[in-house]
């Protein structure tokens, strides 16, 4: 692939439907497992899909991050997908249901952008949730400084504890710009 295909390719956007969930309200979708769910490739510039049909896990390939010979994503937007993975199974262990991910993925884009090595030069906040101090998180686990699964399980230990969920902690989040 070269020249426009190739750039084309770069930019594209990938936008995966939320399924209807027969047991939700009507109005009401749930978001789609990072897993296993059938998507279609649409540019950036193409807004012919209404914002309620699809998911906000949105994922775009810069050329300069793809390496000589590759298609698929950088090796950052697939430990995000991978952390992603991790959190929606992890969900049901705190007693929250589907829908609660929407939030929680709000909240960890945009603290972390879902990167394990994360960390605020200001505050020393590290890790995918955002730890301060980042060895809080050894409470979870040894390998808290580059397990994804070990900071999301504390992270949403934490959640838990002070919000009770990821939308109250997203609330905090939007109105005071941390959580």
């Known amino acids: 692939m070269t020249g426009p295909a190739l750039a084309l390719a770069a930019a594209a956007v990938t ?7 027969a047991s939700q309200p009507a109005g ?5 497992s990072p897993a296993g769910v059938s998507s279609a ?3 950036a510039a193409d807004h012919s899909v209404p914002l309620d ?4 896990d949105v994922v775009v390939v810069p050329l300069n991050q793809a390496g ?3 298609t698929g994503p950088s090796a ?3 430990g995000e997908k991978a952390a992603k993975q991790i959190a929606w199974a992890m969900l049901g262990k705190f007693g929250w249901k589907t829908p609660q991910f929407k939030y929680l993925d709000w909240l960890w884009s945009r ?3 879902w990167n394990v090595r994360a960390e605020n030069p200001y505050s020393g906040a590290y890790g995918i949730p955002q730890a301060v101090p ?3 998180m050894a409470s979870a686990g040894p390998s808290w400084p580059t397990d994804p699964a070990t900071q999301i399980r504390w992270g949403m230990r934490y959640i838990k504890s002070r919000y009770g969920s990821p939308y109250g902690a997203w609330r905090h989040e939007a109105a005071d710009g941390w959580y």
């Open 15 to 21: 936008i995966a439907a939320w399924p209807a969930a």
């Open 28 to 32: 009401i979708s749930r978001p789609a």
């Open 41 to 43: 490739v649409r540019t």
């Open 53 to 56: 049909a699809v998911s906000l």
């Open 68 to 70: 000589p010979g590759t």
């Open 76 to 78: 950052a937007a697939t």
């Open 111 to 113: 603290e972390s952008s």
């Open 134 to 136: 980042g060895d809080k």
